[in-house]
């Protein structure tokens, strides 16, 4: 027998190649990827730009009511029903004008119109007209906020201690050339922080405080005397410039208020040892009226927003005479801005008024009966 060798090697042969060191295979992938490219491509889309016509960008009678600025906007809401209609025929809207004159309203509650009073209510609108004034109520809406932060309801300075001074009589007569020898030298000058500024307005507890730039907590502090022209012993001494101060608000919601307590003190005798020459010259009794305080209690929304809010105290100072006044106004434009905030949170959700919340409610206890 023979024996059998090795099987012999076949030999592959190459693809054949293109220019360009690609092969025939790759110039046809290629080719065939570029014919699907051009049988999916999406032809180009004319671009419709209606801004450069002039025509279709000039404002009509229904936008200058969402254009309109807030001077109109705050002198309508002071407007009586004359004035609304008037209003609406100078923007060239008559009908709006005649529609919400025979419903009655004036500018003083236009405001109040909420979107289902003009879908409903005034009905006689067209699409167009609906909108336009929905755009024209969230304008009134945001002046009539504004103002309602800034009207007053009440508003006075920190009170400060009244000391009142009362001659006492001594015990023996003396010319006042003798008093005014043994008086006492007058105090030092000092330089006082302006008296804290308190305002109630319909949203808004307003603090304005101030505050010494170098950081002093004093409220009150002595001027400083340096000698003047360099030499106190022969020109005396000068009062410096008063130190600088700044001045800031703190805008606390009434939303925010959780309490409001209020105390007052009564009448001090300041008791003091009179000196010999008191004794026998005299000298002035002296009574302090403390003012009494406001504390409110609210919580801090303010700050970084990771932070949890954190409840603080306000320490109002105010006159004994009017500290209940002043703590009942705050109680009752707390609790009715509180009230606003509920309410507006319930039309927020659905329920926009008291028929449709009660509706609610008991469709909620429906299901319960029924089990």
């Known amino acids: 027998r023979r024996a059998r060798g090795p099987p012999p090697r076949r030999s592959r042969r190459a693809a ?86 025979e419903q009655g309203v004036s500018g003083h509650s236009l405001h109040m119109l909420s979107p289902a009073n003009i879908e409903r209510d005034l009905g006689g609108l067209n699409l167009g007209q609906q909108l336009a004034m929905k755009s024209l109520l969230s304008k009134l809406r945001f002046v009539a906020k504004t103002q309602q932060r800034r009207d007053e ?13 009362e001659q006492v009589e001594g015990c023996c007569w003396a010319p006042e050339m003798l008093r005014w020898l043994v008086r006492a030298p007058p105090a030092k000058g000092t330089v006082r922080l302006p008296a804290e500024r308190y305002s109630l307005t319909e949203a808004v507890l307003r603090v304005v405080r101030s505050g010494w730039v170098d950081g002093s907590a004093d409220k009150e502090r002595a001027k400083e005397l340096v000698p003047r022209l360099g030499c106190a012993s022969c020109c005396g001494y000068q009062e410096v410039p008063d130190p600088q101060y700044k001045v800031s608000t703190d805008n606390i919601d009434l939303s925010c208020i959780e309490d409001v307590d209020s105390f007052a003190y009564s009448a001090q005798n300041v008791r003091r040892s009179p000196d010999w020459h008191e004794l026998w ?42 500290v209940e006044d002043v703590a009942q106004k705050i109680i009752a434009a707390k609790e009715e801005a509180q009230d606003a905030a509920r309410g507006h949170a319930d039309f927020a959700s659905g329920f926009g008024s008291p028929t449709s919340v009660r509706s609610a409610r008991s469709a909620a206890a429906s299901p319960a009966r029924r089990r």
């Not at 006075?156 to 001074?165: C, P």
């Not at 302090?288 to 100072?317: F, N, S």
Request: net charge negative; proline share 5%; hydrophobic share 40%.
């Open 16 to 101: 054949p190649m293109a220019s360009g060191g690609e092969t025939v295979k790759t110039q046809e992938a290629a080719k065939l990827y570029r014919t699907l490219l051009e049988q999916t491509a999406v032809p180009e889309q004319k671009q419709v730009i209606v801004t450069a016509d002039a025509d279709c960008t000039a404002p009509g009678a229904l936008d200058a009511l969402a254009h309109v600025t807030y001077a109109e906007a705050a002198a309508l809401l002071q407007a009586n029903a004359l004035g609304v209609q008037r209003f609406f025929e100078e923007k060239g809207c008559a009908d709006i004008g005649k529609t919400l004159a």
């Open 281 to 322: 010259l005299g000298y002035e009794a002296q009574t302090v009226m403390q003012p009494a305080e406001v504390i409110v209690t609210y919580v801090e929304r303010g700050g970084d927003p990771a932070d949890e809010p954190g409840r603080r105290q306000l320490r109002m100072k105010v006159d004994p005479s009017s």
């Open 153 to 165: 309801i009440w508003a006075a300075d920190e009170y400060f201690e009244v000391v009142s001074t």
